[in-house]
């Protein structure tokens, strides 16, 4: 019921900042000499009506249908950028036509930074467009390093993401909307609010498969964010919390009616997660055709992850359904505590699921088994009270026992790698089709189904140093497994 609260008063909020909002005068671009041929580069133009407009109190920069080439804009307070239906603002192609935040260096198409009641809307039908060009603008940033006028290590001949500027940044901003508009083609990491308070993003759409490192949003030490109705495509993990400081907390974030597909993981927690997140709901989601996993709920950098709640995702064509993982990259004891997921399907692919992205994910830990989903803690820093509930999951099964076989009476020479960078494959050889889970302290499985549509070596669940479970309601699906038995422990009790 609080939590419930928390989002109504959210959702009140942001409408009332919406009326107030409209009755602020708005302008069109064209007032200020803002061109729409698409050639005419518009930076100063925009940035000077942003900054007029914040001037007289506030109010609403209005661009009609046409393409609006330009570099950084930086919004301010009390202004809305309105794009109407085939309104498109253009990011150039020239890496030196972007700024950078003061915070953390990080640069982007349109900024914000420690400002409040903005709004980023689209207005009828599809809205307006961001658009990044982001194949040229990587292709020209690494241009530059090849010519010695910017410095970087160029792994796998593209720079670094801090050369690479994003299509939107907003900063330790409070009181944010965005609505109804689609991003395209970023160079970088598409979305990222990081440390703001009180965002509404609904109903944007995401398609950005240009170039590498693409997370379509990332949601990052933010208090107060709701993301809805939205669609994202993504060459990087689709939609992402983080938590970039020891000091903040991803907290308070609602996730709902979005759909998701991605070159890495569907929807994800982490990777950093110095402070951690608390008080998340991610609700009748969609993800498909995505490469890793559909959820994935990580504390790796000695940060917490409380009361998380995991309800009605449909997966399809993934690589795996659920990674849950506590590691220790920095040396620091991370904390797992009150995970739920319940009413989930996933459909887990044979092959790979993302072949045919202009930027697939990479074929890595070959050749091996299909994964099982896997939740797994550390000897010294278990998860704590995790619940899975209504679940079905169909494996693709066939596993090959001749690919480094690990069998039951060797379960020490999986890996602990707390220090490795954290993906449902890290493991590599799994002896379960279904379910390895190791260090874990209090686990409720509740009508649990899991299917395997051809007959596997493997056992179905794998319990590994597992204390305090309860297995309740657990149907098996193998061909030619009648009396093959579906749980094997290790140093685990019952509840």
Known sequence: MKKYLITLCLALLMSLQAIAQEQKPAYNASKFGI????????????????????????????????????????????????????????????????????????HALILAEGVENIRLIGVYNSGGVIEGQGRELGNNCTDLVHKGLMKDRLSNDRVGEGFRPRLLIFRECKNVEVDNVTFRNAANWVTMYDQCENVTVNNVRIQSTAFWNNDGIDIVDCDGFLLTNSYIDASDDAICLKSHSNKKLCQNVEVRHCTARSSASGIKFGTMGAGGFKNVRIIDNTVYDTYRSAITIQSVDGGICENILVDSLYATNVGNAIYVNVGARRDKQSFMDGITIRNLYCEVAATKPDGGYEYEGPIEDLPRNISPCGIIGLKDSKIKNITLENIEIVFPGGGDEHYAHVGLDELDK???????????????????????????????????????????????????????YKINGLQVEEPDSENKKAVFERKAAKD
């Open 35 to 106: 061109r729409s041929d698409g050639v005419t580069m518009n930076t100063r133009s925009i940035q000077f009506a942003i900054d007029w407009i914040a001037e007289q109190g506030g109010g609403t920069l209005r661009f009609w249908v046409g393409r609006y080439l330009t570099g950084s804009i930086h919004l301010k307070s009390n202004v809305t950028i309105e794009l109407m239906e085939g309104a498109v603002l253009v990011g150039s192609t020239n890496p030196f036509d972007y700024d950078r935040l003061n915070a953390t260096n990080d």
């Open 414 to 468: 999986v890996p602990e790698m707390p220090k490795a960078y954290p993906e449902f494959s890290q493991h590599m050889e799994l002896p379960a089709w279904g379910f390895f889970i190791r260090h874990v302290d209090g686990i409720v499985m509740k009508n649990i189904t899991l299917k395997a549509l051809k007959k596997d070596y493997r056992t179905a669940i794998v319990l590994d140093d597992v204390s305090n």
